[in-house]
């Protein structure tokens, strides 16, 4: 019985594609899982919506993912880790382990930076939960956690704006504000900034330590499995990824979160 669940796929899901981001780095670090992604690319951008939309949104999802037999269900997104992440939990029960993005984050700060100030960029909704700031100031190790919205970037680089002048621009004046000064190190807070954390490093030339939270999650994800018995021993069929509008621009995006172009398939979550 453990063996057949060992087998079982891992649940990955976001607002649209930004999370492929995270699929990728877990992928990489642990070819033996195979992945259900799901992008909920009918309702992004999840940082603009209220808690309630996005917890509704996420408990759909979770009912594909569970009826796909998912042993664990990560959700590779900071907006619906913020907004949903006790509710699905406690919907999903015993049918599955759920994990977000956020916390594996905030283990990781509290490891290498007790004492120091960090900063944290993201969408309105990670930002205005507090939610990192309540974990982080639960760790009582005097972390000081300045965090600043920064709505634009997931939208310009879903539309294929890095590395060029426009998004430079832009991350400049968002990572100039005064409550990121004198900061150690950053948290890239949302699934889509893995893209723009070179920018990110020439913008504070090597002085603060950028933290790619794809990779935190992945190494986590990894321990996670092992610790619990659930680590897959070889990859059995392929990975799925499902959308739930489907559109030809979104299919060519994920070349760019997930260094190769895949097939995505239609699935509304109303029908
Ligand atoms: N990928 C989402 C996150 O990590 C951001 C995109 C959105 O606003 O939907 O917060």
């Known amino acids: 019985m453990t063996e057949d669940i060992k087998q ?74 913020a907004a949903a992440y006790e509710l699905v939990k406690e919907y999903v029960g015993s049918k599955a382990k759920v994990l977000n993005v956020i916390d594996p984050t905030v283990q990781h700060i509290g490891q290498l930076y007790p004492r120091k100030k960090v900063g944290l960029i993201g969408t309105k909704q990670t930002v205005n939960s507090n939610v990192y700031r309540k974990k982080v100031d639960e760790l009582d190790l005097g972390i000081n956690l300045q965090s600043h919205a920064t709505p634009l970037l997931a939208a310009m680089i879903e539309e294929g704006f890095f590395n060029d002048s ?32 070179k920018q990110i490093e020439n913008f504070y030339e090597g002085e603060v330590d950028v933290l790619d939270a794809s990779q935190i999650v992945a190494q986590h994800v990894k321990a996670y499995l092992q610790g619990q018995g659930l ?41």
Do not use: M
């Not at 649209?16 to 195979?34: D, W």
């Not at 807070?189 to 954390?197: E, F, M, R, V």
């Not at 760019?256 to 398939?265: A, N």
């Open 8 to 81: 079982r796929p891992i649940g990955i899901f976001d607002s649209g594609i930004g999370g492929l981001t995270v699929a990728q780095a877990i992928i990489s670090l642990l070819p033996n899982e195979r992945i259900i992604y799901f992008g909920d690319t009918a309702h992004l951008p999840y940082g603009d919506k209220s808690t309630a939309a996005i917890q509704a949104y996420a408990v759909k999802i979770c009912d594909l993912l569970i009826e796909q037999h998912c042993k664990v269900i990560l959700i590779a997104c900071n907006s619906a880790s």
């Open 231 to 271: 680590a897959a021993e070889k990859l059995l069929g392929d990975h799925k990824f499902y959308v739930s509008d489907f559109t030809r621009s979104f299919e060519e995006s994920t070349r760019i979160f997930f260094k190769r172009q895949v097939h995505l398939e239609h699935y509304p979550l109303w029908e």
């Open 166 to 197: 426009i998004s430079e621009s832009v991350i400049h004046t968002y990572l100039s504000d005064p409550d990121l000064l004198g900061i150690e190190a950053l948290i890239l807070g949302c699934t889509h900034y893995p893209l723009i954390k």
